[in-house]
Nanobody, 122 residues
Framework: VQLVESGGGSVQAGGSLRLSCVVS????????MAWFRQAPGKEREDVAA????????HYADSVRGRFAVSQDIATDTFYLQMDSLEPDDTAVYYC?????????????????WGQGTQVTVS
């Protein structure tokens, strides 16, 4: 399984970014896809996930109402639209294919990971 993120960058507070994650090497409809983030000196944090095939979406409280996940099954691409960005959103964002786990805040625990993309909000 390979996951390649793109779309990170620097933006001012209140701005928007859209992250993309192209997935290859597995059956997209059989698991969940998620975004996580890790800021310097902090633990990795759940951000959002989608249960593949069900369009069931889950968000961390810190991003609900500002971020949105979506998927394009035809191109095996997973997206994170981030609006109303805040300085606290600054982190490296990781895309992951995961296993469904409803005990997780976003119902998905990461199994295969991308390399990460930096998002900086000033």
């Amino acid at each position: 399984v390979q996951l390649v993120e793109s779309g990170g960058g620097s933006v001012q507070a209140g701005g928007s970014l859209r992250l993309s994650c192209v997935v290859s090497g597995y059956t997209y409809s059989s698991a969940c896809m998620a975004w996580f983030r890790q800021a310097p000196g902090k633990e990795r944090e759940d951000v959002a996930a989608i249960i593949a095939g069900l369009n069931d979406k889950h968000y961390a409280d810190s991003v609900r109402g500002r971020f949105a996940v979506s998927q394009d099954i035809a191109t095996d691409t997973f997206y994170l639209q981030m609006d109303s960005l805040e300085p606290d959103d600054t982190a490296v964002y990781y895309c992951a294919r995961g296993s469904i786990d409803y005990r997780s805040p976003i119902a998905c625990v990461g199994v295969n990971w991308g390399q990460g993309t930096q998002v900086t909000v000033s």
